[in-house]
């Protein structure tokens, strides 16, 4: 499974790719308005900043929601790099553009996904990624989880080369949940991720080897 943060801080990008276990990144307008990004010239060089900083995918969000608008954005967007993935929301015309972009060679990422249907959809119309959002699903009681497992099985089935990637990851257990179900990509925050890293056992485990490796050599005395 492939592990994308979600942000727009170019310090917590770094400090998960200089971890060695980053792939991409996803962004969204609300990402870049917390970091104070705006203007249309500041978010494509925030872009491109992004871009330089890591080696895999970065998902880069439409702002448009009418199918010539978003073709026109998309494209702006395509050209910053060959690593960016154009973002497109699941409506009827995002649809459609995700068909466009997909016979230009395009690549998109279908976000705002929250139910199997939207993701046969896209992933009919050609999207390179599909996003369900697995914890705002969780935050209506609705289990998030099981629509990733849904969505990986009908892909299974018929051979879809679409990529699913769960969003709205919110702590390590989803993060566990997703790789057990099978998606292909997670996106969550730099803390989620970091999460992963501990364990009480871990910090006694190593505590007690600090303190025995030091007890055994303590200097001799005379």
């Given at each position: 499974m492939k592990f994308f943060i979600d942000t727009a801080n170019l310090a917590d990008i770094r400090e998960a790719q200089e971890m060695g276990i980053l792939d991409g990144v996803t962004t969204n307008p609300s990402l870049m308005a917390k970091e104070?990004?705006?203007?249309?010239?500041?978010?494509?060089?925030?872009?491109?900043?992004?871009?330089?900083?890591?080696?895999?995918?970065?998902?880069?969000?439409?702002?448009?929601?009418?199918?010539?608008?978003?073709?026109?954005?998309?494209?702006?967007?395509?050209?910053?790099?060959?690593?960016?993935?154009?973002?497109?929301?699941?409506?009827?015309e995002g649809v459609k553009a995700i068909k466009y972009f997909s016979e230009k060679g395009i690549r998109t990422n279908c976000t705002l996904i929250f139910s199997a249907g939207q993701a046969l959809v896209a992933a009919k119309a050609g999207a390179s990624y599909v996003s369900p959002f697995v914890g705002r699903l969780d935050d209506i009681s609705t289990d998030g989880m099981a629509l990733i497992e849904q969505i990986v099985t009908i892909f299974t089935n018929y051979g879809y080369t679409t990529e699913v990637l769960a969003a709205s990851v919110r702590h390590p257990m989803h993060i566990i949940q997703c790789a057990e179900i099978g998606a292909d990509v997670m996106t969550a925050p730099l803390s989620a991720i970091k999460a992963l890293l501990n364990h009480p056992l871990t910090d006694s485990g190593l505590a007690k080897f600090l303190a025995d490796h030091e007890k055994a050599n303590l200097p001799v005395k005379q």
């Open positions: 104070g990004i705006t203007g249309k010239d500041n978010v494509m060089r925030h872009y491109k900043q992004i871009c330089e900083i890591v080696e895999g995918d970065v998902s880069a969000e439409v702002i448009s929601i009418k199918y010539e608008e978003m073709i026109k954005e998309g494209e702006e967007l395509a050209e910053l790099d060959e690593n960016i993935v154009v973002k497109i929301p699941m409506t009827a």
